[in-house]
C-alpha cells in the first residue's frame, strides 16, 4: 500500500534523505535515491550507529525534534516512518 507524503513530513524526510546521502558519501558508497518505504536496514544502508547519527543531524540541521515514541521500530525503518516521527522543536 502506498503512502501519501503528510505536508508537515516533507522537512523531515528531505533532511533524513540528504543525512542518509551525506553517511553514505562519507563511508564511499554511492548515493542513489532511495524510495521512502524502503526498509534501510534490511536494505543494509544504515546500522544503529547511522541511524541516531541521520536523526541528531536532522534535529540540529532542521530545527525538528525526534519522537521516539512515535516510531515503531518492529516495522521497519524507512525515511516515510522516520518522517512521520519528528515534530517542531
Known amino acids: 500500500m502506498q503512502q501519501t507524503l503528510i505536508l508537515e513530513d516533507a522537512p523531515a524526510l528531505a533532511s533524513l534523505s540528504n543525512a542518509l546521502a551525506k553517511r553514505l ?13 524502503s526498509d534501510l536496514i534490511e536494505l543494509g544502508l544504515i ?3 547511522a541511524l541516531l ?11 525538528l525534534m525526534f519522537d521516539a ?8 525503518v524507512t525515511l ?10
Do not use: C, H, W
Open 80 to 89: 516515510r516512518r522516520l518522517a512521520a516521527a519528528f515534530a517542531p522543536a
Open 25 to 37: 558519501r562519507q563511508a564511499g558508497r554511492p548515493a542513489p535515491r532511495i524510495d521512502p518505504d
Open 47 to 49: 546500522d544503529s550507529q
Open 53 to 63: 547519527d541521520m536523526i541528531l543531524d536532522v534535529e540540529q540541521d532542521a530545527g
Open 69 to 76: 515514541e512515535g516510531m515503531d521500530f518492529e516495522r521497519g
